[in-house]
């Protein structure tokens, strides 16, 4: 199993930046394909980057490509996504997850999440 904690969140102005990170414990964590996901406000929860379990470059929603970066570093068992030029419709709670199986872009392929760390970004 795979235990996974989100940090990170916070209030930020628009144009500003965070960093959210990602800390697992569990055996299997470095043959992970790993995720971040948003739900913001009477919305569905929707897809906003992935990345292999061996790293390098990650895939992201168009809605963030540009903007946010997505890393990981095995040896600290840690995910990270970098946020710059935040938008107020980027307001949403950010789970981390992890999937047995090849990145997806689907949340019912990952196997397991975080608690979720909130993000609200002012106009």
């Known amino acids: 199993q795979v235990q996974l904690v989100e940090s990170g969140g916070g209030l930020v102005q628009a144009g500003g930046s965070l960093r959210l990170s990602c800390t697992a414990s569990g055996r299997t964590w470095r043959t992970n394909a790993m995720g971040w996901f948003r739900q913001a406000p009477g919305k569905e929860r929707e897809f906003v980057a992935g990345?292999?379990?061996?790293?390098?470059?990650?895939y992201y929603a168009d809605s963030v490509r540009g903007r946010f970066t997505i890393s990981r570093d095995n040896a600290k068992n840690t995910l990270v996504l970098e946020m710059n030029s935040l938008k107020p419709e980027d307001t949403a709670i950010y789970y981390c997850?992890?999937?047995?199986?090849?990145?997806?872009?689907?949340?019912?392929?990952?196997?397991?999440w975080g608690q979720g760390t909130q993000v609200a970004v002012s106009s």
């Open positions: 990345i292999s379990w061996s790293g390098g470059g990650g």
């Open positions: 997850a992890s999937t047995l199986g090849v990145m997806s872009t689907s949340q019912r392929h990952y196997d397991y």
